[in-house]
């Protein structure tokens, strides 16, 4: 079983960048899809975007062309680099790893979260 551990969360201006980590241990990444995630206040969890095994990107319309996720499978690590960062993108992320295939990830195992605020 994996465990997920993020960080990078931060308090940043908006059009700043910020860079997410999600590190894995007790399991090797290379076995699942990922996928970076992010929970409002007061509303619903969404997928932000999902990477293959293979390392191919997937990314929801909403940060399509601001967001950037990659993989690091010799270090375990998913990555989620967030830049022209707006207030909306206020939310805590969390990384979830897949055993499924689908750009569509379902999250068999989560981590805790990492704070993203954004300011004016």
């Known amino acids: 079983q994996v465990q997920l551990v993020e960080s990078g969360g931060c308090l940043v201006q908006a059009g700043g960048s910020l860079k997410l980590f999600c590190a894995a241990s007790?399991?090797?990444?290379?076995?699942?899809?990922m996928g970076w995630f992010r929970q409002a206040p007061g509303k619903e969890r969404e997928q932000v975007a999902s990477?293959?095994?293979?390392?191919?990107?997937y990314y929801e319309d909403f940060v399509k062309g601001r967001f950037t996720i990659s993989r690091d499978d010799d270090k375990n690590t998913v990555y989620l680099q967030m830049d022209s960062l707006k207030p909306e993108d206020t939310a805590v992320y969390y990384c979830a790893a897949d055993t499924r295939t689908s750009y569509r990830v379902v999250g068999d195992f989560w981590g805790q979260g990492t704070q993203v605020t954004v300011s004016l």
């Open positions: 990477i293959s095994r293979s390392g191919s990107p």
């Open positions: 007790g399991g090797t990444l290379s076995s699942y899809t």
